[in-house]
């Protein structure tokens, strides 16, 4: 096996580590108090195509393989997970789904524009008592012949007052089960579309999250993605994808909080020498070091296999359950080695120890990769 990149994949890495660096570094902690949506930084995401980065270059995409689009994500995770899960959202779950499964009308109309950051994307799955369960949908899209009407509501959906575009999951004949769930693109301003009020959240809180309300929505019947009753199967591949980008995050935030600790390690004094030449520091730097390499290789494996047209579920599942579990753990320690001031928001280490919980959360808590994962191994 070679581990190493090639030289588009360094470029690329180093392009987002810079970006990161002078564009999203600026004003970070600052957007984080104030709940303020990054819309100067997204713009320029989009610009320099970091929002549809896996999209074919004749929808305006970049083209690129999964593995550049892991290297991204970490690099602008590290700096600002607030960012990235815009760009996870827009890249792993609607660029994808919409180019995937979706009609050349949809892709032309829809894709474009996503793809180049000119308008930004949301995901409608979760529900106030579905969670992230897909079969357990209480929004319904009853059919009408040549469009369908949609009600209820989807809460915790990123980028729900910013996205312009919205893949809503909902159930078109209860008695079918699985196979009555469809998918349908609705477009911010349609009639009976509403906004609920913005979450305010422990982490990422630079992120745009709101609860929508769909009553007797009037959505016309090519805005359904895939054929009758495709909205399940569209769910779940979707959510296989979208759990390598949530991995990546989960690896950009530890490996940004790990940066920080081992500098602040190697600069801050006490008993006559540099914290990090104290054994109990440096065994918690090895731990931390060791661990994100282990993420690291698991989120490379599961692009690989998507890249390779491979089944990335159990391998997707693996990378995001042990990436997000893993980033928990860093940042918690990166906050004990700069002490007190681990504690305060100017060292940055208290944002990412907030923001690398929900890691563990969207995209299917871990209990749920546990399900995946364990009915893979034990379906022989």
Not at 14 to 34: H, M, Q, S, W, Y
Not at 99 to 123: D, H, M, R, S
Not at 180 to 205: A, D, Q, S, T
Request: aromatic letters at 8%; hydrophobic letters at 40%.
């Amino acid at each position: 096996m070679d581990f190493n990149l090639t030289e588009e994949h360094i470029m690329i890495r180093d392009a987002a580590r810079e970006f990161a660096k002078t564009e999203l570094l600026p004003g970070v902690i600052e957007r984080d108090d104030k709940q303020e949506f990054p819309k100067e930084q997204i713009k320029k995401m989009g610009e320099l195509g970091f929002l549809g980065m896996m999209v074919d270059p004749k929808y305006g995409g970049g083209g690129m393989d999964t593995i550049s689009y892991v290297l991204a994500m970490e690099e602008i995770s590290k700096v600002d997970a607030s960012c990235s899960v815009v760009m996870s959202v827009n890249n792993s779950l609607v660029c994808w789904g919409i180019e995937t499964y979706g009609t050349e009308e949809q892709k032309q109309k829809y894709l474009t524009k996503l793809a180049t950051g000119e308008i930004i994307g949301a995901f409608c799955l979760s529900e106030p008592e579905a969670g992230s369960d897909a079969t357990s949908q209480k929004t319904t899209a009853i059919d009408q012949g040549d469009h369908y009407i949609l009600n209820g509501t989807k809460n915790w959906i990123t980028n729900g007052s910013t996205a312009s575009v919205y893949l809503v999951i909902a159930q078109t004949d209860v008695e079918k089960g699985h196979k009555g769930i469809n998918v349908l693109i609705v477009e911010k301003g349609m009639p009976g579309f509403e906004l609920g009020p913005k979450e305010n959240k422990l982490g990422i809180r630079g992120s745009d999250t709101h609860s929508l309300m769909f009553t007797n929505v009037k959505v016309p019947k090519e805005n359904r993605i895939g054929e009758d009753g495709f909205g399940f199967k569209f769910a779940m591949k979707t959510l296989a994808g979208g759990r390598i980008g949530i991995a990546s995050q989960a690896l950009g935030i530890a490996s940004g909080a790990y940066e920080l600790a081992l500098q602040y390690s190697k600069e801050r004094k006490a008993f006559g020498k540099e914290i990090s030449r104290h054994q109990a520091i440096a065994f918690k730097l090895a731990d931390m070091a060791t661990e994100i390499e282990a993420a690291r290789h698991l989120c490379m494996k599961a692009a690989w296999d998507k890249d390779q047209h491979a089944n990335y579920d159990l391998s997707g599942a693996m990378a995001k359950l042990y990436a997000a579990d893993m980033a928990m753990r860093v940042t918690v320690e990166a906050v004990q080695i700069h002490g007190g001031y681990g504690f305060v928001k100017e060292y940055h280490v208290e944002r990412m120890m907030r923001d690398a919980k929900i890691t563990q959360i969207y995209e299917g808590t871990s209990e749920i990769q546990k399900i995946v994962i364990s009915r893979s191994v034990l379906k022989d």
